[in-house]
């Protein structure tokens, strides 16, 4: 779709080019993380926990702890009384847990996270460079991409997100634009052959499994490329990429989004979490640009400048090629900045999170933001006769002039980003690495002296900043071995306590006695909660006991004789990921206070059905047991 220079001499003079200025970008970015991070913890075992980074280290955490089996899901006892867990819960840092793995002993999850932290941070804007280069876009204009690269994935709300977790999403916002361009230049090829389709497939179907996201963020883009050039494709190979890479990527991560559907949180126990990133807001993008959207996200005032100059690139851009490109990718990213800001609507996309895409948006519209800085530097210098050639020269330097000021400002957005100093930030304050915080310590020294094995624990989680702004819940869970009735997320599941709202009910709204049988149907021996309405319905509800508070946690103990069974008897000896142990059991029919779910198996064989008791999901069902078994989900 792009016609190319046959010069070789030039050629090889801008390939040398865009890899001394992609070696610049490297070594910037490397200085960068080294001050956000820094980089002498990338190697330690000392963790990220920021927001969802906390649960994205127990998902890769139990990734590796059930690797040895061979499958990518297995089940999770310390959560939801029994769930199904793994790849299907893990939808952003499969990548993180699939190195975690391959290093063995020496890449522990921590590690691996900051891994993948700091590679994606260093090739986002080497993608956006490379992509400026297989666009065949100048030499100047690479150069500006790349400056932007920076300032966009520092300074906007790609900081933010990488910061909270994430991070995968973040880089596919990114490396869609290369993917893009090489995908054009395939497209338009009249007589090459079509092993380079293979390539693209194998590309396809890493970014697919680094982030579901890659190629609906890649069809937005490709599309408007092939639409502005649309006599210059090759139909043949437009057929065979349409047909061919959906469904190689399909094909060889079958793995996970089989298990995804099949194990997906709604059927656990019959609760869907509410979606985030889904609001229906025509203004959306508007505010986004100024930076005052009431809700997160916040916006970037570089996103302001990126839409001045891509603007600026469909009128006044005289190259024909950079102009095409321009139009191309800013239809692209006007494409996916409608589709964030209405995307919610379409019954059932509201859980794609559409909002999200409106950074998918504004990163797509880089390239004609570069296209349109380079053009008025060329429209500023020129040199020209006659008073209306001088006047709209004047025009270009004030133009010129102020996107030059708006690139200092957001240059020193940069700065005030990787500033330690207790000022606005769009992402974690530097160092991002600080290890486990105080009071999720004091939570798990706290549990591990306190509270025993023989009950779950129901804990209150919460959306906001309390609680060291993480998701501790599955660090605790994996640091201590106890049980938590819920999801190792907020929302995750039936029987959640989150923000004053428990099992979807608002706490204050919940009748005591349906509360006092769910607690002996799910064995709940231990509660914590930090809200004033949560502690004012436990401190009334009949057979709890203060225990004292952990920070802002108030722990209360369940008086009552705790019990892992329905019916028959036992004990659980042990519990693991993909691994829970009964002994001592007795009776012909046992059911027990633990989630049935498809692929369970025992060891010794048993026979196991599922039966409902209460709860929105079956519970196991035992049938002439031994005295002793494992359950285990198989491969």
């Known amino acids: 779709m792009i016609q190319h220079s046959t010069n070789d001499a030039s050629k090889l003079s801008r390939r040398r080019f865009y890899m001394a200025l992609m070696a610049c970008v490297l070594g910037v970015q490397f200085g960068l993380i080294s001050i956000s991070l820094p980089l002498s913890e990338l190697f330690t075992d000392t963790p990220v926990f920021y927001y969802d980074t906390a649960y994205h280290w127990y998902e890769i955490w139990f990734a590796k702890s059930i690797s040895h089996t061979g499958s990518w899901v297995g089940y999770d006892p310390l959560f939801?009384?029994?769930?199904?867990?793994?790849?299907?819960?893990?939808?952003?840092?499969?990548?993180?847990?699939?190195?975690?793995?391959m290093g063995g002993t020496h890449i522990s999850p921590a590690m691996a996270y900051k891994l993948m932290m700091a590679g994606t941070a260093v090739g986002a804007p080497l993608a956006l460079v490379s992509g400026a280069y297989w666009l065949?876009?100048?030499?100047?204009?690479?150069?500006?991409?790349?400056?932007?690269?920076?300032?966009?994935?520092?300074?906007s709300d790609f900081r933010s997100y990488t910061s909270i977790g994430m991070v995968a999403w973040s880089g596919v916002c990114f490396a869609a634009i290369p993917y893009m361009a090489l995908s054009s230049r395939f497209l338009a090829e009249k007589s090459a052959p079509l092993t380079p389709l293979l390539g693209l497939a194998c590309i396809a179907a890493l970014g697919t499994f680094y982030h579901p996201?890659?190629?609906?963020?890649?069809?937005?883009?490709?599309?408007?490329?092939?639409?502005?050039?649309?006599?210059?494709?090759?139909?043949?190979?437009?057929?065979?990429?349409?047909?061919?890479?959906?469904?190689?990527?399909?094909?060889?991560?079958?793995?996970?989004i089989s298990a995804s559907v099949t194990y997906a949180p709604s059927p656990i126990e019959g609760f869907l979490p509410t979606p985030s990133l889904a609001k229906v807001d025509p203004t959306l993008p508007w505010k986004l640009m100024l930076g005052k959207n009431n809700l997160w996200p916040y916006g970037a005032k570089v996103y302001l400048l990126l839409m001045c100059c891509g603007?600026?690139?469909?009128?006044?851009?005289?190259?024909?090629?950079?102009?095409?490109?321009?139009?191309a990718l800013f239809g692209g990213s006007a494409a996916?900045?409608?589709?964030?800001?209405?995307?919610?609507?379409?019954?059932?996309?509201?859980?794609?999170?559409?909002?999200?895409?409106?950074?998918?948006?504004?990163?797509?519209?880089?390239?004609?933001?570069?296209?349109?800085?380079?053009?008025?530097?060329?429209?500023?210098?020129?040199?020209?006769?006659?008073?209306?050639?001088?006047?709209?020269?004047?025009?270009?330097?004030?133009?010129?002039?102020?996107?030059?000021?708006?690139?200092?400002?957001?240059?020193?957005?940069?700065?005030?980003?990787l500033s330690s100093a207790s000022i606005g930030h769009y992402g974690a304050i530097p160092p991002e690495v600080k290890g486990v915080g105080d009071t999720t310590n004091a939570l798990k020294n706290w549990i591990e002296a306190n509270t025993s094995p023989a009950g779950r624990i129901l804990f209150e989680v919460t959306a906001g900043k309390r609680l060291d702004s993480a998701q501790i819940v599955?660090?605790?869970?994996?640091?201590?071995?106890?049980?938590?009735?819920?999801?190792?997320?907020?929302?995750?599941?039936?029987?959640?306590?989150?923000?004053?709202?428990?099992?979807?009910?608002?706490?204050?709204?919940?009748?005591?006695?349906?509360?006092?049988?769910?607690?002996?149907?799910?064995?709940?021996?231990f509660i914590g909660a930090w809200s004033d309405k949560s502690r004012k319905y436990l401190d009334e509800s009949p057979g709890l006991e203060n225990m004292g508070e952990v920070g802002p946690v108030r722990f209360y103990r369940v008086n009552r004789e705790n019990s892992y069974f329905i019916s028959g008897s036992g004990k659980v000896a042990g519990r693991s990921p993909n691994s829970l142990t009964l002994e001592a059991i007795e009776g012909s029919e046992v059911i027990l206070k633990y989630h049935f779910v498809k692929g369970l198996l025992a060891e010794p064989p048993v026979e196991m059905e599922p039966v409902y008791a209460g709860s929105p999901a079956p519970f196991i069902k035992l049938v002439n047991p031994p005295p002793k078994l494992r359950i285990y989900m198989g491969k």
């Open 336 to 417: 996916l900045l409608l589709f964030g800001a209405l995307g919610a609507a379409i019954p059932g996309l509201a859980y794609a999170q559409p909002n999200r895409y409106c950074q998918a948006g504004f990163a797509m519209q880089m390239v004609p933001a570069s296209i349109g800085m380079v053009a008025m530097y060329r429209e500023a210098t020129r040199r020209t006769i006659g008073v209306r050639h001088s006047l709209r020269r004047g025009v270009s330097w004030l133009v010129a002039s102020m996107a030059l000021l708006a690139m200092l400002f957001c240059l020193n957005e940069v700065r005030r980003e």
């Open 311 to 327: 603007v600026y690139a469909l009128f006044a851009t005289e190259n024909s090629r950079e102009k095409l490109v321009a139009r």
């Open 213 to 256: 996201g890659f190629l609906i963020v890649v069809a937005f883009g490709l599309m408007a490329l092939a639409a502005m050039s649309i006599g210059n494709l090759n139909w043949q190979r437009v057929i065979a990429y349409t047909l061919f890479i959906p469904a190689f990527t399909f094909a060889t991560n079958y793995f996970w």
């Open 136 to 155: 065949s876009l100048s030499r100047r204009v690479g150069a500006v991409a790349a400056i932007l690269a920076i300032v966009m994935w520092w300074a």
């Open 80 to 101: 939801s009384a029994g769930q199904v867990n793994g790849v299907n819960l893990n939808f952003s840092a499969k990548s993180a847990a699939l190195i975690s793995i």
């Open 474 to 525: 599955g660090y605790l869970a994996a640091s201590t071995g106890r049980e938590f009735i819920g999801g190792p997320y907020p929302s995750w599941a039936y029987a959640s306590f989150e923000d004053e709202k428990l099992f979807g009910t608002p706490i204050a709204l919940l009748p005591r006695e349906k509360f006092l049988k769910l607690i002996e149907l799910y064995n709940i021996a």
